[in-house]
């Protein structure tokens, strides 16, 4: 244990840790919704997936046969609700015995169980009972988004710069990286949402300022030169409401200089909890009318939960809506109608909260409201009116910039990153843009009375190195504990624990006379050394931080990598499946077609052979729900053998 006598010293040092690697893509994981980009050729390119969305629903379910992640696991969430997978962004990184977990569970469809005070989810994965942990949802998120880009690029991708929420600590950071471990990617860095937004606004703003359009507005070289307009620096603020998280930036670019001023954010607040709002009052009214309850339903919580978030995105067109869900308990359908004023009325706590947010990271950065040039929104949940009508007032009636596309932003400068750290030589306009970020929450050691003494403060730009020099708390002692935390709070018991360390052999002394000078180093990922130096004897103790204890251990993930090795297999086996099922069922319709056509030129053996084999074959395949592909494989030759050579002549291209 230490004293709180201090003195400390704070400094920032820039490095340029990058190393040149050929291609990297920006990956924003959501916690509704992911998007992939790649900057190249001083363009970016949202990576579009097998649907063809742009944007893909970070949902993950199983069915009795298959594993499906992303929009076609969205589209079955209702009528697999204990199967279907979705938000865990909320509970990465996190304790099961985390206030905000246990909230979460009320609301959730699946189920969510304790693993050693981590939460796992528990799904029946094709007949076999699996608990999965955050991270490797995460991860096959993650492997969807990589495969994407790969067919898009046409290669290999496997460096990725991933956002996390601004607010996120260091075990959910860590986490975030031990997923993409297990999806295949290589992390170049972990950067936050609104610093992403804010380099693809910045970047974005180098072209025409008279286009609107974010997607039509590339940066281009020649729009290096209205960079140069910026000269005097501009203090812009990023507003960013997500699904799940909820962060406010303050940034000041300056002649392509990005410098992160202060930053906060709650990462328990979003497009999910207004819809949760709306649920409840679904439910309510359900209830009074019909006397039957929604709570203990999970098929009818997971309708209900679909239709309250279409329910919200209506109301931010119109100003009202009704909503009707089929058969939503015992046979009974909800019918009700809500208006947008209702909905603001249900959600105005949640809504206001983010005002307070405002005005505190507005102080961190030592700014008047009146010093902010630009507010961009981004995030999905900054198109409900009432929001932007809340921050236009704030901030006097000014205008709101909407340019960037709200889904799309933060993955548009993760790529700009991306490209930034593989030193892209086809992107001239990244090499004259740097980016500097700053630590979210504070970090410190426990000292006496189990007080926090802060070594970085939160917004301490990064990388960042500070020392502060303790004594001795006790008489004569030789073995001091240094417990390292993270977070605001002023007892360390309310904060976050990232490791603890002993320094042995210390100067003995009587109590408050032998010094020790306690060094924090924090390098732009986040990465945090701690040393330790006794003044006397020169003894030293060090940690690097890795948070060992909330995260998965490295046997655990390479457990997680050969299970999505196995998934990847069966999906491509499913593909094959799936296709050869295809490729039977159009060449006997194609068959079918010619015989149709051509029936009665065929002798009367000939056809009724050919007719009763159509026939059977047609009955195999709608009656075989899941054939193998040696099986579908069989089928075709069998039929090319022996009703090809019959029909040959009637078929074209076979
Ligand atoms: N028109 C709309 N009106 C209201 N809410 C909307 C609208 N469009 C999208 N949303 C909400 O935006 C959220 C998704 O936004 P976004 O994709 O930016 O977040 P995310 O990346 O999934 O979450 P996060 O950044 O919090 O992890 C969802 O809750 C969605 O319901």
Redesign the pocket.
């Known amino acids: 244990m230490t004293s709180t006598r201090t003195t400390s010293i704070i400094s920032s040092t820039s490095t340029n840790d990058s190393t040149p690697i050929r291609t990297a893509i920006g990956i924003?994981?959501?916690?509704?919704?992911?998007?992939a980009a790649i900057f190249k050729n001083n363009k970016v390119k949202i990576i579009v997936n097998d649907q063809g969305n742009r944007?893909t629903p970070?949902y993950v379910a199983f069915t009795d046969t298959d594993r499906l992640v992303g929009d076609a696991a969205y589209y079955q969430a209702q009528f697999n609700p204990r199967n279907t997978i979705f938000g865990a962004?909320r509970l990465i990184g996190r304790e099961f015995d985390d206030d905000i977990v246990q909230s979460d569970i009320k609301h959730l469809p699946y189920k969510v169980v304790d693993v050693n005070n981590r939460p796992y989810i528990e799904v029946d994965a094709c007949g076999d009972m699996k608990k999965l942990p955050a991270e490797e949802v995460g991860s096959m998120i993650l492997a969807k988004l990589k495969e994407a880009a790969e067919s898009a690029l046409d290669r290999e991708v496997t460096d990725a710069v991933i956002t996390v929420?601004a607010y996120f600590n260091d075990s959910q950071r860590q986490s975030t990286k031990d997923a993409a471990t297990i999806a295949g990617l290589n992390v170049l860095r972990i950067i936050n949402?609104p610093t992403a937004a804010a380099l693809a606004y910045g970047l974005n703003k180098l072209d025409d300022d008279h286009d609107n359009d974010f997607m039509k507005k590339r940066p281009t070289a020649t729009g290096l030169a209205v960079q140069t307009d910026l000269s005097e620096g501009r203090n812009i603020l990023v507003y960013?409401?997500?699904?799940?998280?909820?962060?406010v930036s303050v940034l000041n670019i300056r002649e392509g200089a990005f410098r992160v001023k202060a930053t906060d954010g709650d990462t328990h607040l979003?497009?999910?909890d207004?819809?949760n709002r709306l649920m409840e009052y679904f439910a309510r009214g359900f209830k009074k009318i019909t006397s039957k309850d929604v709570a203990s339903n999970e098929t009818a919580i997971g309708k209900l939960k679909k239709a309250s978030?279409q329910a919200?995105?209506v109301?931010?067109?119109n100003s009202m809506v009704r909503v009707q869900v089929d058969s939503l308990v015992d046979g009974v359908n909800l019918d009700i109608t809500i208006t947008r004023a209702e909905f603001e009325d249900l959600c105005s706590d949640l809504f206001k909260a983010t005002l307070d947010t405002v005005k505190s990271v507005l102080t961190a950065a030592g700014l008047e409201k009146y010093a902010i040039d630009e507010i961009i929104l981004?995030?999905?949940?900054t198109?409900?009116p009432k929001i932007q009508k809340l921050v236009t007032e704030y901030f006097g009636d000014k205008n709101l910039n909407k340019s960037i596309n709200?889904?799309e932003a933060?993955a548009y400068g993760a790529a700009i990153q991306a490209s930034m750290l593989i030193n892209d030589e086809t992107s001239t306009i990244t090499n004259h843009v740097s980016l500097q970020d700053v630590n979210s929450q504070s970090l410190g050691i426990r000292v006496v009375g189990g007080e926090m003494s802060i070594v970085l403060p939160r917004n301490t730009p990064l990388p960042a190195s500070a020392s502060k020099t303790y004594y001795n708390s006790q008489d004569y002692q030789t073995m001091r504990k240094h417990a390292v935390f993270e977070g605001e709070q002023k007892l360390v018991k309310d904060n976050h624990l990232l490791g603890e360390f002993d320094l042995r052999n210390i100067t003995k002394a009587k109590k408050g006379e032998a010094p020790v000078l306690v060094t924090f180093s924090l390098d732009r990922n986040g990465i945090l050394n701690v040393s330790a130096v006794d003044q006397g004897t020169g003894s030293k103790g060090s940690i690097t931080v890795k948070n060992e204890s909330n995260r998965l251990s490295q046997d655990q993930i390479k457990e997680l990598i050969s299970n999505g090795e196995v998934y990847k297999q069966n999906d491509q086996e499913e593909l094959m499946r799936v296709e050869s099922r295809n490729d039977l069922e159009s060449y006997v319709y194609t068959v079918r077609e010619a015989f149709e056509d051509h029936k009665t030129e065929l002798s009367p053996s000939y056809r009724s052979f050919v007719e009763r084999e159509i026939k059977s074959t047609r009955e195999w395949i709608e009656n075989t729900r899941r054939g193998s592909i040696e099986e579908y494989k069989y089928k075709h030759d069998w039929f090319k053998q022996n009703v090809h050579p019959i029909m040959f002549p009637y078929l074209t291209n076979q």
Do not use: W
């Not at 960013?240 to 962060?247: A, C, I, Q, Y």
């Open positions: 924003d994981l959501g916690t509704t919704y992911s998007c944007t970070s962004k929420p949402e960013d409401l997500g699904g799940g998280t909820f962060d979003g497009g999910e207004f819809d978030e919200k995105r109301l931010s067109t981004v995030g999905g949940s198109r409900i709200a889904d933060v």
